[in-house]
């Protein structure tokens, strides 16, 4: 069934689930349409786990309603299970099954033909790795192997629980790559959940921002940082923290933090270089030695760490 481009696929409405006396979905609205990348990011325990599970029909909610594709899990399971697939953080194989036979008996489930396995195995580029027996593989190629199942089925709708955690960062990079082009690709709508920020900014055409059970705040990576807060970030190194605290007093600085760790101060400006000039001169006036000295634009990292300080651990 061909739909409109910007028809919503994924409708929660008002919908809550509760563990006992814990409320792990809130109320959460929440509208996902065709084609969109959207990134659930947040604390441990925010619900994004949850609240996929109940898109993938394995929770039902305790209130609310959600419709997907137009249908719900309780009266045509067979349709949305045809139309939606998964990959979790690590999926069980057969280690002495080859990669080809693996992708053959899922597309056996599905009813689908050889040369769609030859072509998902195209698509998650493992070609080269057909014959490969699966317990040999590495922790990237096992996740792009899980993708290429995801894919038989064409599906309409792909769940992504954390499916780069582990990796280390350069295949998890190469993973983004063939996930952001099987999205251009496929039209497939795809809803990630994540801790890795720079993973949401990579691929995801919208961002919520998940805390207790409820969405924070969602928008495009511009709007979540625009709207939020104004500014920019200056951060350095300084052992004698305590010399500076003036320098927080200045209409400049809308927010400052220092880790005793690695001894940076992070300050938010509104103005970045007029920041820079006033330090210059403060460190000059007081003799203090600061390195490291840097100026940048904020990042999802910031934005999250600044809703943490105000919201998280409230
Ligand atoms: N089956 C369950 N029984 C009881 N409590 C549960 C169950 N599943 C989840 N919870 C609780 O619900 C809350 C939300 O959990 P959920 O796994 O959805 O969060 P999450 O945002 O995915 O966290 P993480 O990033 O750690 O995976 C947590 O407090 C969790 O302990």
Redesign the pocket.
């Given at each position: 069934m061909k739909m409109a481009a910007n028809e919503k696929v994924i409708e929660f409405k008002g919908v809550t689930k509760r563990?006992?006396d814990?409320t792990?979905?809130n109320d959460v609205s929440l509208d996902i349409h065709r084609g969109e990348f959207i990134a659930?990011l947040?604390?441990?325990?925010?619900?994004?786990?949850?609240?996929v599970?109940m898109i993938e029909g394995l929770k039902q909610p305790d209130a609310g309603s959600i419709r997907i594709l137009g249908k719900e899990w309780a009266r045509d399971e067979a349709f949305l299970r045809m139309r939606l697939s998964g990959v979790l953080q690590e999926t069980l194989f057969i280690g002495k099954l080859r990669v080809d036979e693996t992708v053959n008996l899922f597309a056996s489930f599905y009813k689908r033909p050889r040369s769609r396995s030859d072509e998902v195995l195209e698509l998650v580029e493992l070609t080269g790795k057909r014959k490969a027996l699966v317990e040999g593989l590495s922790g990237g190629q096992r996740q792009r192997l899980a993708l290429a199942i995801a894919m038989l089925n064409e599906p309409e709708i792909m769940i992504l629980d954390?499916p780069t955690t582990g990796l280390d960062p350069q295949v998890r990079r190469g993973t983004w790559e063939i996930l952001r082009r099987l999205n251009r690709e496929t039209r497939s709508t795809m809803i990630l959940?994540t801790?890795y920020m720079e993973e949401a900014e990579f691929l995801c055409d919208r961002i919520c921002i998940?805390h207790q059970?409820r969405i924070l705040t969602q928008g495009t990576l511009d709007e979540l940082l625009h709207t939020h807060e104004p500014g920019e970030i200056v951060e350095y190194r300084v052992q004698n923290e305590q010399a500076c605290v003036e320098l927080r007093q200045n209409d400049n600085v809308i927010s400052y933090s220092y880790d005793q760790v690695s001894a940076k101060a992070r300050i938010l400006v509104h103005n970045g270089s007029d920041f820079l000039f006033r330090l210059s001169e403060f460190v000059r006036d007081h003799k203090i030695k600061i390195d490291e000295i840097v100026v940048r634009k904020k990042t999802l990292d910031d934005l999250f760490l600044s809703l943490a300080g105000r919201g998280f651990h409230e």
């Open positions: 563990f006992k814990l792990a979905v659930l947040g604390p441990n325990g925010a619900g994004k786990t949850t609240l599970e954390e959940t801790h998940m059970g």
